[in-house]
């Protein structure tokens, strides 16, 4: 069990008690793998985490922030809630922006790590419901231009998922802006 490992002000707050599994390889461009090339660097996550895909822990987590009272908390995960059915998410990111409410009363600063959410929908009610109460958001090129798309940046999301896909891959200044405003 992993909780031996760390220091005992650091809990892990999961249903059972049980390790998570989290396997993440990191490769460079040209890393080699038998006979396949990396065209790029990219990475590959592979994961067994009921807890956090879920969100089971949120009301534990939020409680033991309330109590140890942080300079700052930076939220991540919101993206493995996508495979889960939309009347369940919605609950879940009710119950995220109800906690955020409650520490930003305390005046503690959010911020929001984005992950790839291939829904746009569900990417919509994200980008609705949450970001209205960070502080800051972290997120990548194709990230941002998809939350763009999701929140009514284009009409026509088809090929306007071609236009991201290719314009987002190194964004110039201007698209960027565009994408913000």
């Given at each position: 069990h992993s909780q031996t490992l760390l220091p005992k002000e650091i809990r892990i707050a999961n249903e059972d008690g049980k390790d998570e599994i989290h396997l993440i390889m990191e490769y460079s461009r040209g890393d080699q793998w038998e006979t396949l090339t990396a065209p790029r660097d990219n990475r590959l996550i592979v994961?067994?985490?009921?807890?956090n895909s879920r969100l089971t822990v949120l009301e534990d987590f939020h409680e033991s922030v309330k109590n140890?009272?942080?300079d700052l908390l930076v939220l991540s995960g919101l993206h493995l809630l996508e495979r889960e059915e939309?009347?369940?998410r919605t609950e879940r990111l009710?119950?995220?922006v109800n906690n955020i409410i409650y520490l930003s009363s305390l005046h503690i600063p959010i911020h929001l790590e984005l992950a790839s959410i291939a829904d746009l929908n569900f990417l919509a009610e994200v980008g609705k419901t949450i970001l209205p109460y960070v502080?800051?958001?972290?997120l990548n090129e194709q990230e941002l231009g998809f939350l763009y798309l999701s929140l009514s940046g284009g009409k026509d999301r088809v090929d306007e998922i071609k236009k991201v896909k290719m314009n987002f891959?190194?964004?110039s200044i201007r698209t960027s802006a565009d994408a913000i405003n």
């Open positions: 994961h067994c985490d009921y807890s140890y009272k942080p939309p009347l369940y009710k119950a995220v502080d800051s958001l972290g891959k190194s964004p």
